[in-house]
């Protein structure tokens, strides 16, 4: 994994992996899984973009159906994982996107 995306997936994923044995060292497994799990699928948002990008795809016509499939995937893992945890999904999804804006703001004030 290479550029801004792969270095923000990485993140992502240590951020996740991170969450969980923390979390689960706490006493709380289903809610390091639940924030890992969204760490772990939004960070699949920034390759997916950059794979549309690289194919020639139009980011107003690949982002909105990007988006919902992950929200609608970490919304069916909160169901999974349970409702209780549901919103650390979907806190986790957001987080991961805002490390990915982060990264790519870095990047371009380093030009």
């Known amino acids: ?6 270095r923000a997936a990485i993140g992502c994923l ?3 992996v ?3 044995i923390a979390l689960s060292a706490a006493g709380n497994p289903r809610a390091g899984l639940a924030a890992g799990v969204g760490l772990g699928l939004g ?3 920034g390759l997916l973009a950059g ?3 690289a194919a020639g795809f139009s980011p ?3 982002s909105l159906p990007r988006l919902g499939l992950l929200t609608l995937l970490a919304l069916g893992a909160g169901f999974v994982i349970g409702l209780d945890y549901a919103w650390l ?3 986790g999804l957001g987080a991961a996107q805002l490390v990915l804006v982060g990264m790519a703001a870095r990047s371009l004030l380093n030009r």
């Open 60 to 62: 107003r016509v690949s």
């Open 43 to 45: 960070s699949v948002n």
């Open 1 to 6: 994994m290479q550029g801004v995306t792969g």
């Open 14 to 16: 240590v951020a996740g």
């Open 18 to 20: 991170v969450a969980l």
């Open 89 to 91: 999904v979907i806190l």
């Open 51 to 53: 794979k549309a990008l």
